[in-house]
């Protein structure tokens, strides 16, 4: 079953948290939602639950409307299962108990039961309470109790927040194949880019209310739509560049337009996305160029924090045997081909 929002837009009073949602999240593949806290990712999760009515737009599942502005059903009613960040087991039954909750008579067995403890990784635990539970058994425990009545949808918002980090990755690697196995289709809400690159078969990336990109990890990572999406990924930096006679001048220097990926924007002032890794160095003359201010080295590698004259940093990275020392100068320059431009952003909405 997929998952379509259109146009969906929401506010609380005076505060607009979502403007004009359109994606579709496809059917049996994890979609997450990606942003910082406060861009609107628990609230498009609620809306589609039921916890909150649509204001404006609609939701779809497989084509046909589960909700919009006129029609409403309550929470229990649609297609859709709930996995929050703190598990929200009843914690007056036991985990077996959790798990038939909302479980239909007809699949109420402790054969069903059991199948979904082993499933989970649970299994023999289903007369515990959840406090006789570790947080990440909790959580797995919560899954169960969210999938077993094998919903259309599972929506899952920051299900493994509270799992502490060694456990995460696991418990994440786990759900992971289950879901794939039992070709569910979820919208799974984090702020951690690691996560989302790690799980989600497509990202929404979320900022401020909007669609800032919706793609695969892939389609993300090697070709964002903006600079702030590319700044998201793989640790890169933004810096403001401005189209000069033959080339882009920056704070760090003047560099050739072949510096670019593809051609550059029509614009004169641009955001310039580079990546530690895409520099090269050489020496300069006291008086010119930036002074290497830190390194630090891993093994065969060593990050080097660079500083303008006005103190304004850009962190490369190089191999180790071509890092130059603390306190020379040297003059810096990208790779062919390895920084990507885009035309400065607009700050309004
Ligand atoms: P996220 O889940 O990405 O942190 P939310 O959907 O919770 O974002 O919030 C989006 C925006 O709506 C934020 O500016 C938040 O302060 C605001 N907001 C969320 N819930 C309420 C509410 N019940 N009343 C007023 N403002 C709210």
Known sequence: MSLEFRHIAHAYGNTRALKDISFTAPQGEIT???GSSGCGKSTLLNLTAG????QQGSVYIDGELLADESHSPPPEKR???LVFQDGALFPHM??????AFGLPKSRNSSDVIEEWLDL???AGLGGRYPHELSGGQQQRAALARAMAPEPQVLLM??????????LRKSLRRDCRALLRQRGATVIMVTHDPEEALDIGDRIAVMDRGRIAQFGTPHELYDTPSSARVGAIFGGAQV???????????TAFGTWPLSALVGDAPDSLNLELLLRADG?????????????????RRTSARAQIVLANDGGEELAIELASGDAPAIGERVTVQPRAASVLAFATAPTAD
């Open 279 to 295: 520099f090269e160095v050489t020496s300069a003359h006291e008086g010119h160029g930036l002074v290497v201010r830190d390194i």
């Open 120 to 122: 989970v990784g649970l």
């Open 157 to 166: 918002d920051e299900p493994f927040a509270s799992v502490d980090i060694v």
């Open 51 to 54: 916890l909150l009515p649509v």
């Open 79 to 81: 297609p859709v299962g």
């Open 32 to 34: 997450c939602l990606l």
């Open 239 to 249: 810096i403001a560049g401005e189209r000069v006679e033959g080339g882009i001048a």
């Open 94 to 99: 036991t985990i077996a108990q959790n798990v």
